[in-house]
């Protein structure tokens, strides 16, 4: 195997497992070697390394048998640790699921955490398809952030420059994408939390329609906007990955019985004649002038290969971060009220005290500030007298956001703007600022709320300047629910155009 085997696309590394030019053991010792080599980007919590070259050998095994390979053979995955995984444990980088439930506080550490009894759906189906669990990457706790700051084992760093943020929540699986350390990852979208991060390291990163994947396996934060997600360097590779683990799940009722789309294939599908809608609403006040360029540009490109490009109208985006905080929050106060030191987790055992003493000294120190802040604004805006002035009204917006992508989606096929309002900012800059830490989402929120889907690519990086290196930037494309490959074809195409 050569050095650089690992760099090629996850098509071009399953083909070459199923040939028998890579060897799927030297492909997985290679990621774990960067992955030991960079652990300075704090991009993993846990790394499975016997498990990982366990299933290459039963890879070569396969092949070795005559076999028949899945279309993942061989490829190393990773796998944010909000998603249940039998052979490691799942901590949603939480204290609260650091320790198992008889413990008592003190010296957790992640390799010690709640280990579930089963694989997330989409977890088994990349197994069945033959690819390679490397590890599960870093977070913001529970999914709740923008930066990863919220980790409780620390951020994960930005390979562009590791002062940065690689963004949130699912920042360590964009890192170690975008450092190399494995070909493709899995991470879940509840506001942005795929789009944004691969924005900022410079990743395809895609957010399914809502129902288009399972959730079965993933520690919900809030159940009608999670969705779970791949990144990847490239387009094709982020088209495989949503291939293998698309499709209807028994064990979660709001999968879709929708047929899955071949959404490898229409990467080589042409642009021509496809209508690109541009809302107003998202080149608005504090966007990166670089930002805005790149995103312009990238327009333009695409207009040079036949794409129509006209102005659209979302009106109500301008109560997107509001909805999203009210409904987000709510939902999760409910979800995280399982995590009480009682059937799994941390502990805190009082000297003295009752049931609900143990329980508010466990969600205290298990919990860390954010999490404790959404919680509390999600039971506030669920308690008598104000679930009608807030979460029924939010309700009602949110379907006024739907009902604008709807109305847009009948003059375009697909809607562009930028994934991001700024490059990768530094770590730190807005960790005591919670309403400036928001808007960081301020783009994606909107698509998330509507359950549309949505994908972001990387295009030109802003300039370097004497204030901030070169960074990258993300082109965000919208479609109509269940327009995955309509996604595909235009991101494959500003791919293309937007490559150095």
């Known amino acids: 195997m050569t050095m650089n085997a690992l760099d090629r696309s996850i098509p071009e590394i399953a083909a070459g497992v199923a040939s028998g030019e890579l060897d799927p053991v030297a492909l997985v010792s290679e990621s774990l070697s960067r992955i ?50 039998l052979d490691a444990p ?19 550490e992640p390799s ?105 396996g993933l520690i919900a934060f809030a159940s009608s906007l999670d969705q779970v997600g791949p990144f990847a360097r490239d387009v094709r590779s982020a088209a495989r990955l949503l291939e293998v683990i698309s499709g209807r799940d ?6 879709s019985t929708k047929p899955v789309g071949a959404y490898e294939k229409a990467c080589e599908a042409s642009v021509k004649g496809l209508r ?17 360029t790149s995103i312009e540009q990238a327009i333009a490109k695409l207009e040079s290969e036949g794409v129509s490009v006209r102005p659209v109208a979302l009106p109500h985006t301008r109560y997107g971060i509001a909805t999203y905080y009210i409904v987000a929050t709510a939902e999760a106060s409910s979800n995280l009220a399982r995590f009480d030191g009682v059937r799994f987790g941390l502990r805190v055992e009082p000297a003295r005290g009752d049931l609900n003493t143990m329980y508010g000294k466990t969600r205290d120190h298990g919990f860390g500030r954010e999490v404790k802040r959404r919680i509390l604004l999600g039971t506030y805006v669920l308690s008598a007298g104000y679930y009608d002035a807030y979460y029924r009204k939010a309700q009602r917006v949110r379907t006024l956001i739907r009902r604008d992508f709807l109305n847009a989606f ?27 830490m928001y808007l960081a989402d301020i783009y994606t929120l909107p698509a998330s709320l509507a359950g549309i889907a949505g994908l972001s690519v990387p295009c030109s990086p802003t300039p370097k300047t004497a204030e901030r290196p070169s960074l990258p930037v993300g082109l965000q494309l919208l479609g109509p629910a269940f327009a995955e490959e309509r996604l595909f074809t235009v991101a494959a195409a500003v791919e293309r155009l937007c490559r150095p």
């Not at 991470?187 to 990163?205: E, F, K, M, Y």
């Not at 028994?250 to 999968?255: G, K, L, Q, V």
């Not at 096929?413 to 919670?434: H, M, N, Q, R, Y």
């Open 410 to 436: 009948e003059e375009v096929d697909l809607i562009a703007a930028p994934t991001s309002p700024t490059p990768a900012f530094k770590l730190g800059e807005k960790v005591d600022d919670p309403m400036a």
């Open 90 to 108: 799942t901590t949603c980088a939480s204290k609260i699921l650091t320790r198992a439930a008889k413990d008592h506080v003190g010296g957790s």
């Open 276 to 292: 690109i809608g541009v809302p107003s609403e998202y080149f608005g006040e504090g966007l990166d002038p670089a930002v805005r």
């Open 250 to 255: 028994e064990r979660d009722s709001t999968s």
């Open 36 to 85: 030991a080599a960079q652990s300075s980007l704090n991009a993993f919590l846990t790394v499975s390394s016997e498990p990982a070259l366990a299933a290459a050998e039963a890879v070569k095994r396969s092949r070795a048998n005559g076999e028949a390979l899945g279309p993942l053979a061989g490829v190393p995955i990773a796998i944010k640790d909000a998603l249940c995984t």
């Open 112 to 216: 010690q955490g709640f280990r579930p009894p089963y694989d997330a759906t989409v977890v088994a189906r990349l197994r069945a398809a033959g690819a390679i669990i490397v590890g599960k990457t870093n977070m913001d706790e529970f999914a709740m952030g923008s930066s990863g700051e919220n980790s409780a084992f620390g951020p994960p760093k930005n390979p562009h420059d590791p002062t940065r943020t690689a963004g949130g929540s699912s920042g360590g699986s964009a890192a170690a994408v975008s450092a190399g350390l494995a070909p493709g990852a899995l991470g879940s979208d509840t506001g942005g939390s795929i789009r944004q991060p691969a924005a900022l390291t410079g990743c395809v990163g895609v957010k399914p329609s809502y129902g288009r994947v399972s959730r079965y």
